[in-house]
């Protein structure tokens, strides 16, 4: 047993949104694979932004850092992702088990939040869910941002793995703060109410996430929808060099950087003037 305490969770979650704008609402959308909590900031009639985030415990509270900059521009819609750490609910047995599934949970979510079409972004995981959908309904996404993605263009690297390791076997705050620590070169203590937020989440009863397939390149030479991926420099996950070099190879329109200086896992919240720069340059078209 991890000793998971949800009233820990709780309060690290909403210290973390505390952070993000004053008009910011929290709100609750129904869908056929649960309810979803969404945290909603920025001007009613501005274009909306749908931002998804990683995997290994992080939440949608997780764009505090940013959130304020988006919603100068946009109508920012932040979801926990239905069967992962955060506040929403999956329905019992109803959870996303495979892509479709988590495609249609989306398509049900922009429905509900009465979307038609929307720029998205994601963060690792986040990412893989959000180019994933946007080959699945190409017309509901106008610009796509990536930050540094997984599973969409490059393999893990083993030392990575061998690190997650006893942190995915057991996890408990200890082994939390020392993965990432180890990941990100000690930037993550720079960051103390997120990385509070990652070690309460430790033990979190979450489903399994859906990981597969990876996006097939046909499907990818064939997209249309602008995109901009930005690869960590420092980060340990995988080869960023790779990660860019396969994405210019395979995505018509894509624009490409990689951010000197920041680790994987220090995405998005360490919020390096770069990224923030390149962000706001690619969603104002």
Known sequence: MTGYDSDAFRSAYDGLLAKWPGDREALTV????????????????APPLLLLPGGGGATSVSWYAQAADFARTHRVHAPDIVGAPGLSTP????????LAGLTGWLDALLDGLGIGSADMGGHSYGAWIALSYTLHAPARVRRLFLLDPTGCFAGYRPSYLLHALPMLL????????????WETGGAAARTPEWLRLQEAGAGFPATKPVTRPRPAPRALRALATPVLLLAAGA???HDPGRVVAG????????TTAVLPGVS???LP???????TSRLASFLSG
Do not use: I, M, S, W
């Open 170 to 181: 057991r996890p408990t705050p200890g082994r939390v703060r020392a993965f990432l620590e």
């Open 91 to 98: 329905a019992p047995g109803r959870h996303p088990r495979t």
């Open 269 to 275: 919240q360490a919020a390096p003037e770069e990224l």
């Open 247 to 254: 994405a210019e190879a395979l995505l018509p329109r894509v």
């Open 30 to 45: 129904p869908t056929p694979r649960g309810e979803t909590r969404v945290n909603t900031c920025g001007p009613r009639d």
């Open 235 to 237: 980060g340990k996950v």
């Open 264 to 266: 994987h896992h220090a």
